[in-house]
């Protein structure tokens, strides 16, 4: 099974800028998509962006769209979600997960990280 973790989350202004990383271990998918998700308190986890395996597609939620970059170092079997324009309803605990399909919702997706915190203050 492949374990995740995610890391690079922290507290920054509007405006700025984050780059989060998620790094897998044990048995990798080389085939699998990866997403990036959020949640923040007493909402519902919102699927943020997904890349593909060969990260030759990606998805981006409508949120995120413009200001989120999704990409992938296979060598590195870490995918990075790099967030700029960054917006106080940006704040949630950002999660990474892999799934079978860029296009599947969150419960198809599986092997979620503990996840890392992202507040953006106004």
């Known amino acids: 099974q492949v374990q995740l973790v995610e890391s690079g989350g922290g507290l920054v202004q509007a405006g700025g800028s984050l780059r989060l990383s998620c790094a897998a271990s044990g048995r990798t998918c080389r085939n699998c998509a990866t997403g990036w998700f959020r949640q923040a308190p007493g909402k519902e986890r919102e699927k943020v962006a997904a890349?593909?395996?060969?990260?030759?597609?990606?998805y981006y939620g409508d949120s995120v769209k413009g200001r989120f970059t999704i990409s992938r170092d296979n060598a590195k079997n870490t995918v990075y979600l790099q967030m700029n324009s960054l917006k106080p309803e940006d704040t949630a605990v950002y999660y990474c997960?892999?799934?079978?399909?860029?296009?599947?919702?969150?419960?198809?997706?599986?092997?979620w990280g503990q996840g890392t915190q992202v507040t953006v203050s106004s």
């Open positions: 997960a892999v799934g079978h399909s860029i296009a599947t919702s969150a419960t198809a997706f599986g092997s």
């Open positions: 890349i593909s395996g060969s990260g030759g597609s990606t």
